[in-house]
Structures are given as structure tokens and as C-alpha cells.
């Protein structure tokens, strides 16, 4: 379904990539500016806004679900129109009923019970008991996930298939993100299994209550990921969910490996659903892979350590 044009927009990006690939000229100081400081501060609060599209902060689960239904129904009229028998028409109709439910059904509330997206490519970006929920909409190309805290629209979370932007690495897809939306800096987070640090995601100067930032998933689901944060509000959700919310792994045990890899069938019956979505099996994300290479240690050093002296 295309409710936004916006990664077509990021798709027009790649024509630019040779630009950023030759060698750089000798340059007197002083420097040039690069084409990302050039961007001007509205031009790019507006560029995100376009990104964001018609889901505006504040709107409620139900407001959004309403504009999402328009857009399908404007989808599959021309395909009711243009078929002649009625039959056919009908056939149409109940494939547009079917995705208006499937829509509607993506909706969740995050209570504390297990879903199906504990582990998956969005397991960082909300919390559990904490009064959040979920949309997904399924667009060209991409998968954006809208998120409520208290039934208010704070966050989209865009989901790109990687595969639309062949030969071109995260940091090219930064570069090219630059020369819409400005300079973007660089955050790290420490690792869950030893002191070094890596990259955790690329963030741009706050624009009005925009807060855009970009996520390398390419290792573990093959996407690019973009993240439009209400600023306003950000600071208080992320307060609230560290009581609420605490992590959601804290031991180290071989049950815990096979839910983090394997899921559990027996009682998740929405083990697959990211599967379904991205068009490829699901592998854990950035977080879950630093928490499942905690356990894989622990659980091998217990495995080689003699029965005798195992710990208690």
C-alpha cells in the first residue's frame, strides 16, 4: 500500500552516490563546505516533516487507522470500477476487507504479554506496561511502524528493504540522508559483552519536535532503518519505561538461547509474523544479538566446565 511517496524519494538518493566515491582534491584552506552543512535548517525540518507524511504526533490509534483505511479503499476502487462482471467486483472488495483487517489487526498493546514482536527488528523501540501500542502499515518497499504512548502518536519507525539500495553500504546511505536533511552525528553504545563500544545509530540536529535518527539492521535483517521521534515527549517516555519497562532478559540459561534464536512455537502463535513482514526469516536485532552472545558464553563455559564443578 502506498500511503507515502517517501522512499521513492530516498531511492532518487542513490543516483547521487558516485558524487561522494571519487578522490577527494586538495583543498586550500579555507575547506569547502560539504553538500550536508549546506543543508539549510527549515529545508531540512521540512524535508522530515514530508517524511512523516500525513501521521502527525498526537494523532490516536483510531485517527490513524482511519487515514490508512482511505488509502486502501482509494487503492482498490479503480480495480472495482474496472472490472465489469459482479463476481469480480465482489472478489476485489474482499481482498480490500482483508487488508483493512489486516491493518486493523496489526494493532497491539503492549501489556506485559508475550507477542510476537519481543524479538524482531523493532524489540528496542517500545516497552511493555507503559501504556504504548502499535500500528504497522505495509507500503512499497517498506515497512513503517507507528507507535502511541498513551494513545498519542510519538514515533514512526520506517523499515527499507536494503535490497533497493544494491551496492550501496549504510554509510553511503548516511551520506546520501545528509544532503537532505544536514549533518548527522554519530552515537555509540557500549557492549553487553565486553567494554568496547559500537555504533548504535546516526542522529540529526533536532528539527522543531522532529528528532530524526538512521539504524544499520543490514546485518541481521537486511534493512535500513529510519526512526522520526516527537522531541517533546521523548525524554519522558524513556523515564517512565526505565520503571516500568526494565529489560526484559536478565538470565543466562539454554531456554533462554532457544527462545532469543528458535522463538517458542508451542505458546507464541505470532512467532512468524516478522518473517511476514520483512520477506525473510528474522534474526535477532543489534540488542538481542549482544544478549544472545551473552548467553551462548555463559552456556558454553558451563558446558565445558565438569559436572562437579558446576556452579549452584
Not at 474496472?82 to 498493546?109: C, T
Not at 568496547?196 to 522532529?210: I, R, T
Request: proline fraction near 4%; glycine fraction near 4%.
Amino acid at each position: 500500500m502506498r500511503v507515502l511517496k517517501s522512499s521513492a524519494a530516498l531511492l532518487c538518493f542513490a543516483a547521487s552516490i558516485t558524487a561522494h566515491a571519487g578522490p577527494k582534491a586538495k583543498a586550500p584552506p579555507p575547506p569547502a563546505k560539504s553538500a550536508a552543512s549546506q543543508v539549510n535548517a527549515e529545508a531540512a525540518g521540512r524535508a522530515i516533516g514530508e517524511l512523516a507524511g500525513k501521521f502527525k504526533f498526537g494523532l490516536t490509534p483510531e485517527e490513524a487507522m482511519t487515514l490508512i483505511e482511505k488509502d486502501i479503499h482509494a487503492k482498490f476502487q479503480p480495480r472495482i470500477e474496472a472490472e465489469r462482471e459482479a463476481a469480480d467486483q465482489d472478489r476485489i472488495r474482499k481482498e480490500r476487507q482483508d487488508a483493512i483487517e489486516q491493518m486493523r489487526s496489526s494493532h497491539i498493546k503492549f501489556n506485559g504479554q508475550k507477542t510476537g514482536w519481543d524479538v524482531s527488528i523493532v524489540d528496542r523501540e517500545f516497552g511493555h506496561r507503559n501504556n504504548e501500542s502499535m500500528l504497522v502499515i505495509w507500503e512499497k518497499d517498506l515497512k513503517r511502524f507507528l507507535f502511541f504512548w498513551h494513545d498519542k502518536l510519538y514515533k514512526q519507525y520506517i523499515v527499507y528493504n536494503a535490497e533497493k539500495f544494491k551496492g550501496m553500504d549504510f554509510d553511503t546511505f548516511v551520506g546520501a540522508m545528509e544532503g537532505r536533511y544536514g549533518k548527522a552525528s554519530q552515537t555509540f553504545a557500549k557492549k553487553q559483552t565486553d567494554d568496547e563500544m559500537a555504533l548504535d545509530f546516526f542522529e540529526w540536529p533536532s528539527q522543531g519536535d522532529y528528532m530524526l535518527r538512521a539504524y544499520d539492521a543490514t546485518t541481521f535483517y537486511n534493512n535500513f532503518c529510519l526512526s522520526i521521534i516527537q522531541k517533546s515527549v521523548w525524554p519522558q517516555i524513556e523515564k517512565e519505561r526505565a520503571i516500568n519497562s526494565p529489560p526484559r532478559v536478565k538470565h543466562t540459561n539454554s531456554h533462554v538461547i532457544d527462545t532469543v534464536t528458535q522463538g517458542d512455537s508451542a505458546t507464541d502463535r505470532n512467532e512468524d509474523v516478522v518473517d511476514k513482514l520483512v520477506g525473510r526469516s528474522a534474526s535477532s536485532s543489534v540488542e538481542q544479538k549482544r544478549i544472545e552472545e551473552r548467553i551462548k558464553k555463559q552456556a558454553e563455559k558451563e558446558r565445558n566446565t565438569p559436572p562437579a564443578h558446576m556452579p549452584k
